[in-house]
């Protein structure tokens, strides 16, 4: 087991370990879970996610963290920082981002993450602006970031994808 690296009542966000690859690999196969994203995520792109995310780590000293519920050692999910790899009005940026299992919804695990990512990125990693965005379809992940305290900057149409596409719509969220 890998220590916690941010703690809070229920959660403990650590680096990734072997066995969160099948429950990650489970998650990101359900249609509910990526129902705002383009695509389903299969085994070898899941795996290949974990890759990056730890390569992240190396590179940034951050990255996105797995979350574990503290009394039964679960994996949830993730939290954490990233950097988008595309170009925007925005962009160059740090960008929160989130993603839990199903059966961890509507319990607000999202949000204690998410509040304590938000305190160490600015009083830990000395961060002065954090983003997130998501499909504008997307009203549960947009609450999040209300809930956490970031303030609706603008719409906008994601590079990476295709404008036809119901999900290319944005909403773009700050806080500094």
């Known amino acids: 087991m890998s220590p916690c690296i941010i703690s809070t009542e229920r959660l403990c966000l650590r680096k990734w370990i072997d066995s969160d690859s099948e429950p990650f690999i489970k ?13 389903l995520s299969s085994e070898a792109d ?5 890759n990056r995310i730890n390569l992240a780590f190396e590179k940034n000293g951050f990255g996105l963290w797995a979350v574990e519920d503290k009394i039964t050692k679960d994996f949830l999910g993730f939290t954490g920082f990233m950097i988008p790899q595309f ?56 609450k999040v970031m209300q809930r956490i ?8 149409d994601h590079p990476k994808i295709e404008k036809e596409n119901l999900l290319c719509q944005h909403v773009l969220y700050e806080k500094k």
């Open 27 to 39: 998650m990101n196969s359900d249609q509910a879970v990526m129902e705002y994203f383009p695509q």
């Open 46 to 50: 899941t795996l290949s996610m974990i």
């Open 87 to 142: 170009e925007s009005f925005f962009t160059p940026c740090i960008e929160i981002g989130w993603r839990f299992r199903k059966e961890s919804w509507g319990q607000g695990l999202a949000t204690e993450a998410a509040k304590a990512c938000i305190d160490y990125g600015f009083n830990k990693l000395g961060f002065t602006k954090i983003v997130s965005f998501t499909s504008a379809l997307n009203v549960k992940s947009e």
């Open 149 to 156: 305290g970031m303030n609706y900057v603008a719409n906008f």
